[in-house]
C-alpha cells in the first residue's frame, strides 16, 4: 500500500522536498490563530466551549511542533513519508478540534480544505486523493457528531439543516476544485522546470562542443608551422644521414609523427577557429552541419535549396541553431519510413527551413500541443529504435532554442501536400539571423 502511494511521483519530476523548518514556522502560525479564535469566542463571546479538551488537542500540536523543532536541525528536509505523515497529523487534529466546537456549525470548518490543498503543491496525487478522502470522511461525520456551541444563557447556537449541507457541499466542491487546480498547476511548473533544465544541459553542451572545436582548430593553425618546420627539418636530415641507418631511422621516425600530428589536428579542427568565421557559415552549411549526425542512418536526408537568389544567405553558427535543427531532423528521421526532406527557401525578408518525412505524421490528438513537454510524438517507430519511448523534450528543447533566436516555429501534417508524413516549418527573418557583413578580423594567436 505504500509503494502505491508514495513512490510514484507526478510525471516528469519527483516531488519537491520541503524544509521542515517551513511546516514547523507555519505550524505556530495555526496554532497561535487557534488559541487566539478559541480564547476570544470563550470570553469575548461568552460561548460555553470544552476549553480543556480544546487546548489538549491545540497542545498535541505545539508537542509534535516542539519534538520536531529541537530534535532535528533546521535545515532538515521531509521525504514524501514524513511530510504526508505531517500533514495527515494537522488534518485529524483540525477535525477533532472543529468537533469540539460545533461541527459544520463552526464556520471555520472550511480551514478543514488548508492542509489538503497545500499537499497537493508537494505531495505525489495519490497521497493528496487519501488526504482528500479523509477529510470528506470527517467533515460527512462531523454533520452528525460534534459538541454543540452554546451561549452562557445555554442557546444552542446552530444553523438550518439546508445550511450545514450546503457547507458540506461547499466543502467538498473546494476540496476537489482547488486540489485539483494546485496539483495540476504545479505538476506543469514541474515538467517545466524539468524541461528548461534539459534544454540548458543541451545548449551548455553544444556550446562546449562549437568552443572545443574553435580551440582544438586554433591551435591546429598556431602549429602549422612549427610543424611544416620540423617536417622539412627532418626530411633534410634523412637525405644528409643516408650513410647512417640508425640516425636515419630516428630522423625518418620524427617525420613521421609530425605527420601524424598534422592529422589529428586537422581531424579535429573541422569547426574553424573562434572568430566571425567560426561563428557564422552559409545556410547549406548550417543545416549539412545539423543533419550530419542522421544523414547516415538507414534514412536518405535530402537537402534541397529553393532560394530564387543562387547565393545562399551566409547565418549566424550559433548553437541554439545547430543544436534546434539537428533535434528536428532526428525527429524526422526516427519517424520516416524511407526520407526526410529538408527545404531551405529565403528572400530579402525572412528565411525559411521545412522539415518533412514520409512518416505517419503527428496524431491529431497530441498537434495542437506540440512542443509543450512530455508531449511526446506517438506512433511507428524507425526500425532501429524499436521500443524507443520519447517525452516531447526533444521537440521542447528544439523550440525553445529556436525560439531564442526569432523563430517561428508551425507542426502540421503532410495531408493534401502530395506527400504525407509530418512538417515543421521554421521562419526568421532575414535581419535577425542574418551573420555580420565586413572584415572577418585578425586571427588572436593562441597563446
Excluded at 82 to 105: P, R
Excluded at 147 to 166: E, H, N, S, Y
Excluded at 227 to 236: D, G, M, N, P, V
Excluded at 241 to 268: G, H, K, S
Aim: hydrophobic share 50%; proline share 5%.
Amino acid at each position: 500500500m505504500q509503494e502505491l502511494l508514495f513512490d510514484h511521483a507526478p510525471r516528469g519530476a519527483q516531488p519537491k522536498a520541503v524544509r521542515l523548518q517551513s511546516l514547523v514556522q507555519l505550524r505556530w502560525f495555526a496554532i497561535a490563530g487557534q488559541l487566539i479564535t478559541l480564547l476570544g469566542a470563550a470570553w469575548a463571546f461568552d460561548l460555553q466551549l470544552k476549553l480543556g479538551l480544546c487546548l489538549l488537542v491545540i497542545g498535541l500540536s505545539a508537542i509534535v511542533n516542539l519534538i520536531a523543532g529541537f530534535v532535528y536541525p533546521a535545515t532538515k528536509r521531509l521525504g514524501v513519508r514524513e511530510h504526508f505523515g505531517l500533514v495527515l497529523f494537522d488534518v485529524l487534529q483540525l477535525g477533532m478540534l472543529i468537533a469540539l466546537t460545533g461541527g459544520l456549525h463552526n464556520p471555520f470548518a472550511i480551514l478543514l480544505l488548508a492542509p489538503v490543498i497545500t499537499s497537493a503543491a508537494a505531495l505525489p496525487i495519490r497521497a493528496t486523493v487519501l488526504l482528500g478522502a479523509l477529510v470528506l470522511v470527517i467533515i460527512t461525520a462531523l454533520t452528525q457528531v460534534y459538541l454543540p456551541l452554546k451561549t452562557q444563557q445555554g442557546f444552542i447556537l446552530r444553523v438550518a439543516d439546508m445550511f450545514i449541507w450546503g457547507n458540506w457541499a461547499a466543502i467538498v466542491i473546494g476540496l476537489l476544485f482547488f486540489s485539483a487546480y494546485l496539483a495540476r498547476l504545479t505538476g506543469e511548473i514541474r515538467d517545466m522546470a524539468v524541461a528548461l533544465s534539459a534544454t540548458q544541459m543541451a545548449l551548455a553542451r553544444e556550446q562546449k562542443l562549437t568552443d572545443l572545436g574553435g580551440v582544438v582548430a586554433a591551435a591546429a593553425h598556431e602549429l602549422g608551422t612549427p610543424l611544416a618546420t620540423i617536417k622539412l627539418t627532418s626530411a633534410e636530415m634523412i637525405r644528409d644521414l643516408a650513410d647512417r641507418p640508425d640516425l636515419a631511422e630516428d630522423a625518418q621516425l620524427i617525420n613521421e609523427q609530425a605527420d601524424r600530428c598534422r592529422d589529428i589536428l586537422r581531424a579535429m579542427g573541422r569547426a574553424g577557429k573562434e572568430d566571425r568565421q567560426l561563428r557564422s557559415a552559409p545556410l547549406p552549411a548550417v543545416i549539412t552541419a545539423a543533419a550530419e549526425p542522421h544523414m547516415d542512418r538507414d534514412k536518405q536526408v535530402h537537402i534541397r535549396l529553393l532560394g530564387k537568389d543562387t547565393h545562399p544567405p551566409t547565418i549566424q553558427r550559433s548553437p541554439e541553431i545547430i543544436h534546434g535543427l539537428r533535434n528536428f531532423v532526428q525527429n524526422a528521421v526516427d519517424f520516416a519510413r524511407s526520407e526526410v526532406w529538408i527545404d531551405a527557401n529565403w528572400d530579402e525578408d525572412i528565411i525559411k527551413l521545412r522539415i518533412m518525412d514520409d512518416g505517419p505524421g503527428y496524431p491529431s490528438s497530441v498537434l495542437a500541443r506540440l512542443g509543450d513537454p512530455f508531449m511526446a510524438r506517438s506512433g511507428p517507430r524507425s526500425r532501429g529504435r524499436e521500443g524507443y519511448e520519447g517525452m516531447g523534450l526533444g521537440v521542447f528543447i528544439a523550440k525553445t532554442l529556436l525560439e531564442r533566436t526569432g523563430a517561428r516555429i508551425e507542426f502540421s501534417n503532410g495531408a493534401g501536400r502530395g506527400r504525407g508524413g509530418a512538417i515543421v516549418q521554421i521562419d526568421w527573418p532575414r535581419a535577425r539571423l542574418q551573420a555580420p557583413t565586413g572584415a572577418l578580423g585578425e586571427n588572436q594567436p593562441l597563446i
